[in-house]
C-alpha cells in the first residue's frame, strides 16, 4: 500500500541553524503537500507543490518536489522559536486522499 | 465562517462503550475525512467521503463506521471502544480532488479505559 516515509522523526537545533526535513513516498505522487503542527495544535497547511522538480520558497522556507515525483525536502533557514512545531508531508497518489509521513518534530533552542 | 467543527474535544470512554465523535464544515467541501494521531505514526486514514451518500475506508478503518447524510456533517462513530483506541482524531474537509489542500478541525483527545 502508499507509505510516505519522512525523516528524521526528530530534530533539536540551535536557533539561527539550519533545518532539513526528507519525505519519501514508496509511488509516484500526483502532488506532494506540507503541513505543519503545533505542539497541541492541528496540523495546518504550508504549501502544495505539484511540478516535478518544483521548488518553492515561503520567506526562510524552502520546499522541494523530486524529479520523480517520489521525494520533497523542506528547509528552514537560521529557525527560530516559532518555527517549533511537527512538520508532516502528505502525498496523494492521484485519489482524493493524501498519505501523512510520520513527521519531524523540531524544537529551537534559543 | 467557523471551518471544520469537531466536539466534542475531550472524552473518556470506558472499554465497550460506543460513542460519536461529531465533525461540521461550513465551507460547502465536498470531501471530508477522520484521520487519528498516534505517537511516532503520523495521521492516518480512518474513513472519508467524496460527498453526500458517498463513503469508503481508509489506512485503518477497524471499528469505526462514518455516514454521510448532508455536505455539512461527517460524524465518526466508534462501536465498541478499546483501549487501542484512545488516539487524537481530526476530523479534516476540503474540495474534492486530489490537489486540493485540506482544513483539518481542533481535533478530539479520546481515552479509552
Known amino acids: 500500500g502508499q507509505q510516505v516515509m519522512q525523516i528524521p522523526q526528530y530534530q533539536h537545533v540551535q536557533e539561527g541553524e539550519d533545518f532539513t526535513t526528507y519525505c519519501n513516498s514508496s509511488?509516484?505522487?500526483?502532488?506532494i503537500q506540507w503541513y505543519k503542527q503545533r505542539p497541541g495544535g492541528h496540523p495546518v497547511f504550508l504549501i502544495q507543490?505539484?511540478?516535478?522538480?518544483e521548488v518553492k520558497k515561503q520567506k526562510r522556507l524552502t520546499f522541494q518536489f523530486g524529479e520523480a515525483k517520489k521525494n520533497s525536502s523542506l528547509h528552514i533557514t537560521a529557525t527560530q522559536t516559532t518555527d517549533v512545531g511537527t512538520y508532516f508531508c502528505?502525498?496523494?497518489?492521484?485519489?482524493?486522499?493524501?498519505?501523512f509521513g510520520t513527521g519531524t518534530r523540531l524544537t529551537v533552542i534559543p | 465562517n467557523a471551518g471544520v467543527t469537531q466536539t466534542p474535544k475531550f472524552q473518556v470512554l470506558k472499554t465497550g462503550q460506543s460513542m460519536t465523535l461529531q465533525c461540521a464544515q461550513d465551507?460547502?467541501?465536498?470531501?471530508m475525512s477522520w484521520y487519528r494521531q498516534d505517537p511516532g505514526m503520523g495521521l492516518r486514514l480512518i474513513h472519508y467521503?467524496?460527498?453526500?451518500?458517498?463513503?469508503d475506508q481508509g489506512e485503518v478503518p477497524n471499528g469505526y463506521n462514518v455516514s454521510r447524510s448532508t455536505t455539512e456533517d461527517f460524524p465518526l462513530r466508534l462501536l465498541s471502544a478499546a483501549p487501542s483506541q484512545t488516539s487524537v482524531y481530526f476530523c479534516?474537509?476540503?474540495?474534492?480532488?486530489?490537489?486540493?489542500?485540506?482544513?483539518f478541525g481542533e481535533g478530539s483527545w479520546l481515552t479509552v479505559v
Open positions: 479534516a474537509s476540503g474540495l474534492a480532488g486530489p490537489e486540493n489542500t485540506i482544513y
Open positions: 507543490l505539484v511540478k516535478s522538480g
Open positions: 465551507m460547502n467541501h465536498e470531501y
Open positions: 509511488t509516484t505522487l500526483s502532488n
Open positions: 467521503s467524496v460527498g453526500a451518500g458517498i463513503t
Open positions: 502528505a502525498g496523494s497518489p492521484g485519489a482524493n486522499n493524501l498519505f
